[in-house]
């Protein structure tokens, strides 16, 4: 019996799936479009196969559309998708990280264009799309890139709209008209998140490793030609304003990193922790006020003039006067500072003392003689320095971008044999001759002077001002700065790179002076005057900089309780206003009612007013009863105005003649 049972036991039939809504052809061609658009600027970064198969996907994928073809099979898909990842790994050795995270993504966004049907496939997209925009930002923050990828995400919305709204009948441009009036009105209300949300610093959420990758700047270490080929860059590393006039360029020292150790040809940086208050100094004179914006560098040091007084907001200060943030500088960075150009520094420690002459035991043996040839004299400290910088300025030594290579020994070759050389050449060789003979001294790389914009009245220094000088320890003044390079290419410090070198072509157009080119370069100050703009107000709007801003307008000191008050009774306020203009002009925006307001004022005036509750086919029966003469006009429009409203029967031809008969309305 039982086996009986079981037998004849009907089958349990499977759930139908539910139906899936396809998309139509329209929406299908706008998600296509902002897609297309989203991936343009990565062409730049992915691989080129990647870039070709991606837009080739996308025409596959716009043909079988507009053929009404089917769409490849499942196994096909799986097996793009396989190679297409296996193409990604090959190429970055990982799936992880900013470039093979992004480049997986626009490879599964073609696999996925393959397989999409319905309605849940384009809001996918859609999302996949917006994280295609927002992974350009890891890549170029500019005032043009923004704004593409603000068309960019106007064009994603407007794909978002057709999906959403696939029988609405829009025509045209029409959705991207509706995206654009929304994003309008959300201006007011991203002004005010903007300007009072709480910012914390550094991001809300980590980022990989490799996000900030590709950035030039100074390194930690320094040997021959590191610094010269930095100075064939016309990238902006910061730019600088002043409170009162610019120094003058023998006092546009910007000090970054301090180097103390020396292998023979490699110097690096060694020092000390650094402190959290000031390290303490006997400045000359008055000080100077300025504030630094400083690009995105991905390291932990900030730049200043000789001598830092004060320190920015989380960060420290080495014994050797270097800056460090204690994270690293992603985003553009904007700090004020107060530096003195005549200073005394302090006494020296016997082990700064044993690092500031330490060499290695062997190499460049001819330097080591002419130092002992000085300390047999004997000559003073500050005559040893003299005596250096005499040799670079009566011998044959020429600045160029090109130095000849270096081998083991590379200051004795660059003393006695090429004599040409860059910043880091005569930095290195002049230091290594002092500590021969017994004097203190280190290598401190940073920038030196920089291009005034009169645009916006501010310095910009660029990483062809990249340089290296020297200090040396001198009793009764402590660390004094000595710039070798000055020695043999005075220009070089008064003037720039480009007055210095012969070799001039091989600079960028940027760090060019004079010729035909005036023109050109009043439009590039033109344009770097809106970029830090765009820094100051948008970039660097971090903690601190809203903390300024909203003190400035005598909100006096706030912290994040304040703001989030402030925030609240903004957005409070805003809404209440747009509140009220709805209210205010609900009718009046809709020419249905408007024609309808019209027409029942007009009644109102003779007497015929009508009732709250009265809808408008009873209230053109009961003109048509007291007003006979008007009853077929009346109840032509109280009929196309119930169809307009509360019908099916909505449409712009019906709206016109509505306005019509209201218009020959005559009482």
């Not at 890139?145 to 009948?169: D, E, K, S």
């Not at 002043?242 to 546009?252: E, I, N, R, T, Y």
Request: net charge positive; hydrophobic share 45%.
């Amino acid at each position: 019996m039982k086996l009986w049972n079981r037998k004849q036991r009907p089958k349990r039939q499977a759930p139908s799936a539910p139906p899936v809504e396809p998309l139509t052809l329209p929406a299908l061609l706008w998600l296509l479009a902002a897609l297309l658009l989203a991936v343009v600027p990565h062409a730049w970064e992915l691989p080129v196969w990647l870039t070709v198969a991606f837009y080739g996907v996308a025409g596959w994928r716009g043909m079988i559309a507009l053929r009404d073809r089917r769409l490849p099979p499942r196994g096909l898909v799986l097996v793009v998708a396989v190679l297409a990842g296996g193409g990604v790994l090959i190429d970055f050795r990982t799936l992880f990280g900013r470039d093979a995270g992004v480049a997986l993504l626009v490879a599964m966004t073609a696999c996925k264009l393959l397989e999409t049907r319905g309605l849940r496939d384009g809001v996918v997209l859609v999302f996949l799309g917006y994280l295609l925009v927002m992974s350009n930002l890891l890549y170029s923050q500019e005032i043009l890139m923004v704004a593409y990828l603000f068309g960019v995400v106007l064009t994603m919305l407007a794909a978002q709209v057709m999906i959403h709204r696939q029988h609405a009948g829009f025509k045209a441009l029409a959705p991207l008209w509706l995206t654009g009036k929304m994003a309008l009105r959300a201006i007011p209300v991203m002004l005010i998140l903007f300007l009072l949300f709480p910012r914390i610093p550094g991001p809300l959420w980590g980022l990989p490793r490799d996000a900030y990758k590709g950035r030039t700047g100074l390194s930690e270490e320094m040997m021959p030609g590191t610094v010269s080929e930095l100075s064939k860059s016309d990238e902006v590393a910061f730019r600088a304003r002043f409170a009162g006039p610019v120094p003058p360029p023998d006092q546009l020292y910007w000090r970054g990193p301090v180097l103390w150790n020396f292998d023979g040809r490699r110097w690096s940086s060694g020092d000390r922790a650094p402190r959290s208050t000031p390290v303490p100094f006997t400045p000359e004179g008055e000080a100077l006020e300025y504030t630094v914006i400083l690009e995105p560098s991905n390291r932990i040091w900030l730049f200043a003039l000789d001598l830092p007084a004060i320190l920015p907001p989380q960060s420290g200060m080495t014994p050797s006067f270097q800056l460090l943030r204690q994270q690293p500088i992603n985003e553009v960075y904007r700090y004020q500072m107060r530096s003195y150009p005549r200073y005394r520094t302090g006494g020296l420690e016997a082990a700064e003392r044993n690092r500031g002459l330490w060499l290695p035991r062997s190499g460049n043996p001819r330097a080591r003689e002419l130092a002992a040839e000085w300390l047999a004299r004997p000559l003073q400290p500050a005559a040893m320095v003299d005596a250096a910088l005499a040799l670079f300025r009566e011998q044959a030594f020429y600045y160029t971008l090109n130095p000849p290579l270096l081998g083991s020994n590379s200051v004795d070759e660059f003393l006695f044999r090429t004599r040409q050389g860059f910043c880091e050449h005569y930095a290195s060789a002049f230091v290594f001759l002092m500590r021969a003979a017994g004097v203190p001294a280190r290598v401190v790389t940073g920038y030196q002077g920089g291009e005034r914009n009169t645009f916006g009245d501010y310095l910009i220094v660029r990483q062809s001002d990249a340089h290296a000088w020297a200090e040396v320890w001198l009793e009764g003044r402590g660390w004094v700065r000595v710039d070798p390079t000055a020695a043999v290419a005075p220009n070089r410090i008064q003037e720039g790179l480009y007055a210095a070198v012969a070799d001039a072509e091989d600079l960028p157009f940027l760090i060019r002076r004079g010729g035909d080119s005036a023109w050109l370069r009043q439009l590039a100050m033109g344009w770097d005057s809106l970029n830090n703009s765009w820094n100051e107000w948008v970039l660097a709007y971090g903690p601190d900089r809203q903390k300024e801003f909203l003190s400035g307008l005598g909100f006096g000191p706030v912290d994040w309780a304040d703001m989030t008050v402030a925030m609240t009774v903004a957005l409070g306020v805003l809404g209440l206003l747009v509140a009220g203009l709805r209210l205010r002009n609900q009718g009046s925006r809709d020419p249905v009612a408007r024609a309808w307001e019209r027409f029942c004022a007009r009644l109102a005036r003779r007497g015929l007013a009508r009732d709250a509750h009265e809808g408008p086919l009873a209230f053109a029966e009961r003109v048509a009863i007291n007003r006979p003469e008007l009853a077929e006009s009346a109840r032509a429009i109280g009929s196309l105005y119930a169809l307009l409203r509360y019908g099916s029967g909505f449409s712009a031809e019906g709206i016109r003649q509505l306005q019509r008969l209201v218009r020959e309305f005559r009482v």
